[in-house]
């Protein structure tokens, strides 16, 4: 009998997940480089798994080979130094709950890449199967109304925190409400979308990696440690004041801490183990909750504010991604059913 039910573990999960997009802001917003800070989320994170993926696949750890080594970096370039490289540089041309909408994008994505790459069958024949398209389009189209229609501005509640500090007098006359231009916004809708096609490759690749090196913990830890080198190549090579890279006890502490080690590493090794109770659909089913979270945090300590545009964009990328699911979990059901009765 489970102590604690996965459920309840990926509320947990999808809280700290929510609160990435706020810490970035935080950490950005005091002056610390996107690119240090990525580096150091990746070396955090290492750190953090490396303990787990020794003790606890330490028996069934499959031979290191040049091979497992390549796909390593592989791994660490498009899920670690490209995506987090992009999705910071989006965050910072958006806003936080911008990010998060756009972090469920990635199920849409890494459908049209499968399908780009055979992977995946386009049909119109099957109810699953048009529920796949019908949800990847309602996700695009739930984006591009998040992006380019406002709406009226909605005040579900109201804080006088505003740990960014906001100044309406630096404001520019076309920004919205949040300080952020119009034309920022589409450029970050841009780097954004650039973002979900680097980690729809990495779901790819990560899902070959695991059929022949299946030990979850030490496949992330290889990724997150050749993630770190590249970040770091890249970071020295666009920032050299050194001085950039002092932690102290302050924010930017804090947000390495939080995104290095529970959003990327204590996370990662409880969904695993959900993974395992649950299977990979029921882990996906919570993950609007995140975007729910940093909404409502974003609008109480960020002063970010909520639009019509923003909620309905919203809803509907969360709705096309409960519909991709449906579609995925459908089709996977008629295949084990298949395989069962051939078997039989």
């Known amino acids: 009998m489970e102590l604690v039910h996965p459920g309840v573990i990926l509320i947990f999960v999808h809280i700290v997940f929510g609160g990435i997009p706020v810490f970035y802001k935080l950490a950005l917003n005091d002056g610390m480089s996107m690119t240090v800070l990525v580096t150091y989320r990746l070396i955090f994170a290492a750190a953090s798994l490396a303990p787990i993926a020794f003790f606890v696949e330490r028996n069934k750890r499959p031979k290191l080979t040049w091979l497992v080594l390549f796909q390593g970096f592989m791994l660490g370039l498009l899920g670690g130094a490209l995506y987090h490289n992009l999705?910071?540089?989006?965050?910072?041309?958006?806003?936080?709950?911008?990010?998060a909408t756009f972090y469920n994008l990635n199920p849409a994505f890494t459908y049209v890449v499968a399908l780009v790459f055979r992977l995946e069958t386009f049909t119109l024949k099957t109810l699953p199967g048009t529920a796949k398209v019908a949800g990847t389009a309602t996700c695009i189209v739930g984006a591009m109304l998040f992006t380019f229609y406002k709406g009226f501005e909605i005040n579900i509640w109201h804080s006088k925190i505003d740990l960014l500090h906001h100044n309406d007098h630096n404001i520019p006359q076309n920004a919205n409400s949040s300080g952020i231009s119009g034309y920022h916004e589409v450029e970050g809708l841009g780097i954004s979308l650039v973002a979900?096609?680097?980690?729809?490759?990495?779901?790819?690749?990560?899902?070959?990696?695991?059929?022949?090196?299946?030990?979850?913990?030490?496949?992330?830890?290889?990724?997150?440690?050749?993630?770190?080198?590249?970040?770091?190549?890249?970071?020295?090579?666009?920032?050299?004041?050194?001085?950039?890279?002092?932690?102290?006890?302050?924010?930017?502490?804090?947000?390495?801490?939080?995104?290095?080690?529970?959003?990327?590493?204590?996370?990662?090794?409880?969904?695993?183990?959900?993974?395992?109770?649950?299977?990979?659909?029921?882990?996906?089913?919570?993950?609007?909750?995140?975007?729910?979270?940093?909404?409502?945090?974003?609008?109480?300590?960020?002063?970010?504010?909520?639009?019509?545009?923003?909620?309905?964009?919203?809803?509907?990328?969360?709705?096309?991604?409960?519909?991709?699911?449906?579609?995925?979990?459908?089709?996977?059901?008629?295949?084990?059913?298949?395989?069962?009765?051939?078997?039989?």
């Open 87 to 99: 999705y910071l540089a989006g965050l910072k041309l958006t806003s936080a709950t911008f990010a």
């Open 196 to 344: 979900c096609l680097s980690y729809a490759f990495w779901i790819i690749l990560q899902a070959k990696v695991s059929v022949h090196y299946p030990c979850s913990y030490s496949s992330t830890f290889l990724m997150n440690f050749a993630g770190s080198i590249q970040a770091f190549i890249y970071a020295i090579c666009v920032d050299r004041e050194w001085k950039r890279w002092k932690l102290g006890w302050d924010i930017r502490l804090l947000s390495v801490f939080y995104l290095g080690v529970l959003s990327s590493g204590v996370t990662y090794a409880v969904m695993a183990w959900c993974i395992s109770k649950r299977g990979p659909l029921f882990v996906s089913i919570f993950n609007p909750m995140a975007l729910l979270v940093t909404a409502v945090a974003s609008s109480l300590v960020l002063q970010e504010k909520l639009h019509l545009g923003s909620i309905l964009g919203g809803v509907l990328i969360v709705l096309g991604l409960y519909t991709v699911l449906w579609g995925i979990s459908t089709e996977l059901k008629k295949k084990l059913e298949k395989r069962s009765t051939s078997d039989y």
